[in-house]
C-alpha cells in the first residue's frame, strides 16, 4: 500500500551565497558616507556625472557602488539614470541631519572588521583578537569612536530626560554619567533643565573628547571631568541619576555586578540608575542585533557580552534595587531603570 508524503521542500543556496557577501552592505554604505555620497544628493536628484563631480570621485568607481546602494534600497535611482535618496537614507545617512547613523559606518573597515577576521581562533581560544576594553590598548579606539556614535545615543538619552521628569524638579540635579564617552547623556539630560550637574567618568584619554563635545553644546561649566578605570575612579556621592550608557557589554559579568553596586553606593536615597544595553532574550535565541552584538564582545574584550534583562534586574536587585522596570527608547533596546529605596 501506498503512502501520500508531503512534497519535499526546494531548498536553494541562495541564502548561503547571499550571506558569503554579508559584508558588503556595510562596506558601500561606509564608503557612501566617507565619500560624501549620500551628503551630495542632499539637495536633489543626481545623475553619475553629477554626483561624480560632487564626490570628486570617478564614474568608473561610483557606477557599480551606486547600483548596489540603490539595490539594497538606500538610494532610488530613476529610468534617467538619476540617483537620489531614499527616506531612510534622508534620515540616518545625510550627515547634516539630526538622526545621521553613518559615524558607525565610518570605522566598519579599519576598527570593527578586523577583529571579526580574526572569529575563528578567537572561538578556538575564548580570548580577543584585541581588547579594547583595557585602557592602555582601548584609548585609541574610543577616542576616535565615541563622537561618531553620539547620534546612536542621543534620542533615547531625551526620552531618559522625558521619562525622569527632569525639566520639572526645580532643585539640583546631579548626575553621574559612566564611560562618558562623547557625554551625550549627560548632555542630553543638562539640556532639559538648568539645574542639571554632570560628573564625567571615563578613562583620561576619552575626557578630551567629553569636554570638546560639551563645549560644541555650550554646557562644560555644568561638567566635571573625573579620569580613571571605572572600577577605581571617584564617582562622588548623593546623585540623583546615574547613567551606565552601553558599557556593561564590554566590561564582562564580575566587573558589571561590581560597577553596579558601586553606582548603588553613589547614588542618594530614592536616586535612579538607567542603564543602556544590546539585549538578548533570557534563552538567547534573539534579537540579531543583540546576538551579533555578543560575538562582537567575543572578538574585542576579555570577558564582555550581551544580557538579558533578567540578568541586569538581578544585578540591581543584589546591589540593592528596587522598581526595575524598562523605559521604551528610540535605541537597540529600552532602557533599564531601578531606583535606590527613599531615606
Known amino acids: 500500500m501506498s503512502t501520500l508524503q508531503a512534497p519535499a521542500m526546494h531548498v536553494t543556496p541562495e541564502r548561503l551565497m547571499q550571506m558569503a557577501w554579508g559584508f558588503a552592505p556595510s562596506l558601500a554604505i561606509e564608503a557612501g558616507v566617507r565619500l560624501g555620497i549620500f551628503d551630495a544628493l542632499e539637495d536633489g536628484r543626481k545623475t553619475l556625472d553629477g554626483i561624480a563631480?560632487?564626490?570628486?570621485?570617478?564614474?568608473?568607481g561610483l557606477s557599480p557602488v551606486?547600483?548596489?546602494?540603490?539595490?539594497?534600497?538606500?538610494?532610488?535611482?530613476s529610468d534617467e539614470q538619476s540617483y537620489g535618496l531614499t527616506p531612510e537614507s534622508a534620515a540616518f545617512l545625510v550627515s547634516?541631519?539630526?538622526?545621521?547613523?553613518?559615524?558607525?559606518?565610518?570605522?566598519?573597515?579599519?576598527?570593527?572588521?578586523?577583529?571579526?577576521?580574526?572569529?575563528?581562533?578567537?572561538?578556538?581560544?575564548?580570548?580577543?583578537?584585541?581588547?579594547?576594553?583595557?585602557?592602555?590598548?582601548?584609548?585609541?579606539?574610543?577616542?576616535?569612536f565615541v563622537e561618531d556614535i553620539f547620534p546612536m545615543s542621543y534620542p533615547s538619552a531625551c526620552v531618559l530626560a522625558n521619562?525622569?521628569?527632569?525639566?520639572?524638579?526645580?532643585?539640583?540635579?546631579?548626575?553621574?554619567?559612566?564611560a562618558a564617552g562623547s557625554g551625550v547623556w549627560g548632555i542630553a539630560?543638562?539640556?532639559?533643565?538648568?539645574?542639571?550637574?554632570?560628573?564625567?567618568?571615563?578613562?583620561?584619554g576619552v575626557l578630551p573628547v567629553t569636554r570638546r563635545v560639551t563645549e560644541r553644546f555650550g554646557l562644560t561649566e555644568r561638567f566635571t571631568f573625573v579620569p580613571g578605570d571605572l572600577l577605581e575612579a571617584d564617582f562622588g556621592t548623593g546623585?540623583?541619576?546615574?547613567?551606565?550608557?552601553?558599557?556593561?557589554?564590554?566590561?564582562?559579568?564580575?566587573?558589571?555586578?561590581?560597577?553596579?553596586?558601586?553606582?548603588?553606593?553613589?547614588?542618594?536615597?530614592?536616586?535612579?540608575?538607567?542603564?543602556?544595553?544590546?539585549?538578548?532574550?533570557?534563552?538567547?535565541?534573539?534579537?540579531?542585533?543583540?546576538?551579533?552584538?555578543?560575538?562582537?564582545?567575543?572578538?574585542?574584550?576579555?570577558?564582555?557580552?550581551?544580557?538579558?534583562f533578567a540578568e541586569i534586574r538581578a544585578w540591581l536587585q543584589e546591589a540593592g534595587f528596587v522598581n526595575v522596570r524598562q523605559l521604551d527608547a528610540p535605541g537597540p533596546s529600552p532602557l533599564i531603570l531601578a531606583d535606590c529605596r527613599p531615606a
Open 53 to 60: 563631480s560632487a564626490t570628486r570621485c570617478s564614474p568608473r
Open 96 to 144: 547634516t541631519k539630526p538622526g545621521f547613523q553613518g559615524g558607525l559606518f565610518r570605522h566598519m573597515s579599519r576598527q570593527l572588521m578586523p577583529n571579526w577576521l580574526e572569529l575563528t581562533e578567537v572561538v578556538r581560544s575564548g580570548q580577543p583578537a584585541e581588547s579594547v576594553n583595557k585602557e592602555p590598548d582601548g584609548t585609541s579606539f574610543f577616542e576616535q
Open 189 to 204: 539630560l543638562a539640556q532639559a533643565s538648568p539645574k542639571v550637574r554632570v560628573r564625567a567618568v571615563d578613562w583620561q
Open 239 to 308: 546623585h540623583q541619576v546615574a547613567v551606565l550608557g552601553h558599557i556593561l557589554h564590554s566590561e564582562g559579568e564580575e566587573r558589571g555586578r561590581s560597577l553596579v553596586k558601586k553606582t548603588f553606593e553613589a547614588l542618594a536615597p530614592g536616586g535612579t540608575i538607567a542603564i543602556a544595553e544590546f539585549l538578548v532574550n533570557e534563552d538567547r535565541s534573539g534579537p540579531l542585533n543583540g546576538l551579533i552584538f555578543a560575538v562582537n564582545m567575543l572578538v574585542n574584550t576579555t570577558a564582555g557580552n550581551a544580557y538579558s
Open 66 to 77: 551606486l547600483n548596489l546602494l540603490a539595490g539594497f534600497g538606500f538610494l532610488e535611482k
Open 163 to 178: 521619562g525622569l521628569g527632569i525639566s520639572k524638579i526645580d532643585e539640583t540635579v546631579s548626575v553621574l554619567d559612566l
